[in-house]
């Protein structure tokens, strides 16, 4: 009986041609994946990764959650080298960015506060959102001014929460414009990393630390299942945040912690991206080349403007977008069409997510069959 509700409800979402449904990671050449550096697909990385495992005399599993038999000596040392890392006092190890979104804002602004969040925020933060007792109210996308704006009606203390690289469109946050505004105004700055980690800064260190802003930011959430190819994540910040979270956000006290062997995995790849700081500059000229084949093919207009590994084609209608992305998927080139309402209706896109390790032939040949299908 309750099934046939479910179904209307999934009926709805095929006659606006946005069922979703889980595909099999296919041959065609990475365009979509998140590995932004190919440490996923690094095999030196692995075989690393495999003797650190079989030196290894620690159990596989945590068995419990970090505040019962689930904490070890090597979590607490990789946090250390992790907060290190991020310039940071502390670091406090998740299973995944959407459990440290869900734990910073369900339990440090209080009923009596107010979160203000960027328009563009990722569904975990809004998530996070719907489990504070604060009332949050959104800004428009990267726009200090309409933050100024918002702040006049804001009660008790204030967390503005944004992003420093979103994921749909590729944008880069104006971190110093936010960390003046919430300096000025007493506010706590939240940031969320999850596009920039590994790939920006000092050894991948992010945004924040590249602007030279770690002082000025209150948490940071840094995530390990994009550019760091594996899983996880971290909350950044003051040792008394990290104390609090370990004392108050349930989404970390009651799950089981990430095994030993994760532990392992995560410091053996941080100790290779620092042995290999080659990895983001090659990103960054592989950037730099899609950018100037799209001006050589006059396809700017097509896409939206974007110096990330992010870039967004836009197709308006998501009968569209699925079209171009099947012709794309067909010619061998793997890339998700982005459907609303996930985005916007009339914006809705294909991203393609740029690595370091695509070829100029591979994104000149993808360049090409877009000038093909969008003249058709
Ligand atoms: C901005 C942002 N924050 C958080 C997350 C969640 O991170 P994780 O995949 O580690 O749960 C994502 C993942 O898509 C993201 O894009």
Redesign the pocket.
């Known amino acids: 009986m309750y099934d046939r509700n479910l179904k209307d409800k999934l009926d709805d979402k095929k006659t606006e041609n946005s069922l979703r449904k889980l595909p099999f990671y296919s041959d065609g050449i990475d365009f979509s994946s998140n590995d932004y550096l190919g440490l996923a697909r690094n095999f030196s990385l692995k075989k690393s990764i495999i003797s650190a495992l079989e030196n290894d005399q620690e159990k596989l599993g945590s068995t419990g959650s970090r505040l019962l038999t689930g904490n070890s000596k090597k979590t607490e040392k990789l946090e250390e080298s992790l907060a290190t890392l991020f310039k940071s006092e502390a670091a406090l190890i998740f299973n995944?960015?959407?459990?440290a979104?869900l734990s910073v804002l369900s339990s440090v602004p209080t009923r009596h506060d107010t979160i203000l969040y960027d328009a563009d925020c990722?569904a975990?933060?809004k998530d996070g959102l719907r489990l504070s007792l604060a009332k949050h109210y959104s800004f428009q996308h990267n726009h200090p001014e309409d933050l100024l704006k918002k702040l006049a009606n804001c009660t008790g203390n204030v967390f503005v929460v944004v992003?420093s690289l979103y994921?749909m469109d590729g944008s880069i946050a104006p971190l110093k414009d936010f960390a003046t505004i919430c300096k000025a105004h007493g506010c706590a700055l939240i940031v969320?990393e999850?596009?920039s980690t590994g790939i920006y800064g000092l050894n991948g260190s992010g945004l924040v630390c590249e602007n030279h802003l770690e002082e000025e930011v209150f948490a940071r959430?840094m995530?390990?299942?994009?550019g760091i190819g594996f899983?996880?994540?971290c909350v950044v910040g003051s040792e008394v945040l990290k104390q609090y979270l370990i004392n108050f956000a349930r989404p970390f006290i009651y799950t089981t912690a990430t095994s030993p062997a994760d532990i392992l995995h995560l410091t053996t790849i941080f100790d290779h991206l620092k042995e290999h700081p080659e990895y983001a500059p090659r990103l960054f000229d592989v950037i730099e080349f899609f950018r100037k084949k799209l001006n050589e093919l006059s396809l700017n207009g097509h896409f939206l403007d974007s110096k990330s590994a992010i870039q967004a084609l836009i197709v308006s209608g998501n009968h569209e977008v699925k079209h171009i992305s099947s012709k794309l998927n067909e010619a061998g080139f793997h890339v998700f069409p982005i459907l609303s309402p996930t985005v916007e209706k009339g914006k809705e896109r294909i991203r393609i997510c740029l690595h370091e390790f695509n070829t100029e032939k591979e994104i000149t040949d993808l360049l090409h069959h877009i000038v093909t299908i969008i003249h058709e």
């Open positions: 995944s960015g959407y459990t979104n990722h975990s933060i992003e994921s969320d999850a596009h959430i995530t390990f299942g994009k899983q996880g994540a």
